[in-house]
C-alpha cells in the first residue's frame, strides 16, 4: 500500500503553495519551488531542468528520494517525509568559475547556522560540508555543474528514528534533541540563510574572505585542528593535521615532516579528537 501523506502526523506533508507564499519574493533567490511525492534525485531533476534553461532560484523538494546521491558516490536514503531533501540552481554571475569551489562550503555554512538557530544543538563541520552532530553525520551536500550553473543538493535527516538510519555513524534532529523538527520552518530558513550568503558571495565576486564566508567557514570547520586520514581520489592516503582551509576552499593537511599539501576532493576521516 502506498505510503499516505497522513499515515504519519508527525511526518506532515510540506505545502509547494505554503513555501512559495512565505519564499517567492522580490529580490529573493528562490524563482520557484516544486514539492514532489517522489522522485530518483532532485539534483538530477534540477539538472534536467537547467539544460532546459530554467532560472536561477529553481528549487525541488523531494518528500522521499529513491536514489538520492552523496559525494563520492554514495547513496543517501531516507524514509517518506523524515528528512529535507532539495536540490537549487544557481547561475553565479561575475563571479570567476574558479571560485565556484566556495559554493558547497557556503551552503555548508548555511546548513549549519540553520541548524544551530532553529535547533539549538551543538552542530558542526566536517570538510568540505558534512553536517556534524557530536561525531555523528547529519546532513550532507552534493554540488554538481551543469553548464554556466551550478546544482547544489541538501539531504537532511530530520525526524529519522534510531532503525531508520542508513549507518550507525549517521544521526537526525530528533535524536540530537532538536527543538525544531518540522520541516516546514526548518526548509525556509536555510533558504533564506543560503540566500543571504549567496548575495553577500556573489556581491564581492565571490571573494571568500571580502564576504566572510571564509571565516564563518573556519568558525563552524570542525576538521580544523583534527588529525585526520584523506582517501584521495587515485587511491592514495594523506595523514596529517587539518591546518587550513585555503583561499580556494581546498583543505590543507600538515605532514609529521611538516611539509603542507592542499587536498581540492577527498573523503575525510576524522582520527581522533584533538588533545584538551
Known amino acids: 500500500m502506498r505510503d499516505s501523506p497522513y499515515s504519519q502526523l508527525d511526518r506532515p506533508p510540506l505545502s509547494a503553495p505554503v513555501l512559495r507564499r512565505a519564499l517567492l519574493v522580490p529580490d529573493g533567490l528562490c524563482s520557484e519551488i516544486m514539492v514532489t511525492a517522489e522522485t530518483g534525485s532532485t539534483n538530477a531533476d534540477v539538472a534536467a531542468a537547467a539544460r532546459g534553461g530554467a ?21 543517501w536514503t531516507s524514509p517518506p517525509r523524515a528528512g529535507l531533501a ?86 537526525s534532529l530528533l535524536l540530537a534533541g532538536s527543538a525544531c523538527t518540522d520541516r516546514d520552518p526548518l526548509l525556509r530558513a536555510l533558504l533564506r ?14 571573494d571568500p574572505e571580502a564576504s566572510g564566508l571564509s571565516a564563518a567557514y573556519h568558525r563552524h570547520c570542525r576538521t580544523l585542528g583534527r588529525q585526520v586520514r584523506v582517501a584521495l581520489p587515485d587511491g592514495s592516503t594523506l595523514a596529517g593535521i587539518a591546518s587550513d582551509v585555503d583561499g580556494s576552499g581546498r583543505l ?24 584538551s
Open 55 to 75: 532560472a536561477e532560484g529553481l528549487v525541488v523538494v523531494a518528500e522521499r528520494q529513491t536514489a538520492g546521491r552523496g559525494r563520492l558516490g554514495r547513496q
Open 86 to 171: 532539495f536540490s537549487a540552481l544557481l547561475r553565479p554571475r561575475d563571479v570567476p568559475v574558479s571560485r565556484y569551489a566556495w559554493l558547497p562550503l557556503l551552503a555548508g555554512v548555511a546548513l549549519v547556522e540553520t541548524v544551530r538557530r532553529l535547533g539549538e544543538v551543538d552542530a558542526g563541520l566536517k570538510w568540505p560540508n558534512d553536517l556534524l552532530i557530536g561525531d555523528r553525520k547529519c546532513a550532507g551536500i552534493l554540488a554538481e555543474s551543469i553548464g554556466d550553473g551550478v546544482v547544489l543538493g541538501v539531504g537532511l535527516n530530520v525526524s529519522l528514528r534510531e532503525p531508520e538510519l542508513p549507518t550507525p555513524t549517521a544521526t
Open 252 to 275: 590543507v593537511v600538515t605532514g609529521q615532516d611538516g611539509a603542507s599539501t592542499a587536498v581540492a576532493a577527498g573523503d575525510v576521516v576524522h582520527v581522533r579528537w584533538p588533545d
Open 193 to 206: 540563510t543560503l540566500a543571504g550568503w549567496y548575495d553577500r558571495w556573489s556581491e564581492v565576486a565571490g
